[in-house]
């Protein structure tokens, strides 16, 4: 095992190598514009996976996924070359479900604006049902005379009367 700083090194480095061959080396046209997000490693060192984004359709997702696969090979020999490991890790590409998962919460987040808007708009003439206060505040000290004597679920009460 390996301790996590170095790891974490070695993933970074893992990600810029990736991108440069992805920007300048590999040439397919499958390729779309694709982005390296994220790069995580085994304690052992032996197997990195790739999260990487596309934009474009599910169709080009598909494209980049196969172009990737195809390239593997020449990045992970490049990936051995650049950081020079005993062992090169094994590379495994995967979408990043990140940013879908982001526009997804912002479509969530304008939808309970509209929502909350609408409710505003409804509530700008409305009235209460009842009293704006429904809550009995005495007023003056005739309200405790007239209840100097409450009876309670069998026990009696006794307030003092008001001098």
């Given at each position: 095992m390996v301790d996590a700083a170095r790891a974490r090194k070695?993933?970074?480095?893992?990600?810029?190598v990736v991108a440069e061959m992805l920007e300048r080396r590999i040439k397919d046209p499958r390729l779309g514009f694709?982005?390296?997000t994220d790069t995580r490693i085994t304690a052992d060192l032996r197997d990195a996976t790739v999260f990487y984004t596309v934009f474009g359709s599910e169709a080009e997702r598909a494209?980049?996924?196969?172009?990737l696969e195809s390239?593997?090979?020449?990045?992970?020999?490049?990936?051995?070359?650049?950081?020079g490991v005993r062992h090169t890790p094994t590379l495994t590409f995967s979408h990043d479900p990140l940013p879908d998962n982001a526009r997804h919460m912002d479509e969530l987040f304008a939808e309970a604006r509209a929502r909350d808007e609408l409710i505003a708009r409804q509530a700008e003439g409305a009235v209460h049902a009842g009293e704006a206060d429904p809550y009995r505040k005495p007023?003056?000290?005739?309200?405790?005379?007239?209840?100097?004597?409450?009876?309670?679920?069998?026990?009696?009460?006794?307030?003092p009367a008001a001098p």
């Open positions: 070695l993933a970074d480095r893992i990600q810029q694709v982005t390296v494209d980049t996924a196969a172009a390239a593997k090979g020449i990045i992970r020999s490049e990936v051995g070359r650049q950081t007023d003056d000290e005739d309200d405790f005379a007239d209840d100097d004597l409450t009876e309670e679920a069998g026990t009696s009460h006794v307030r």
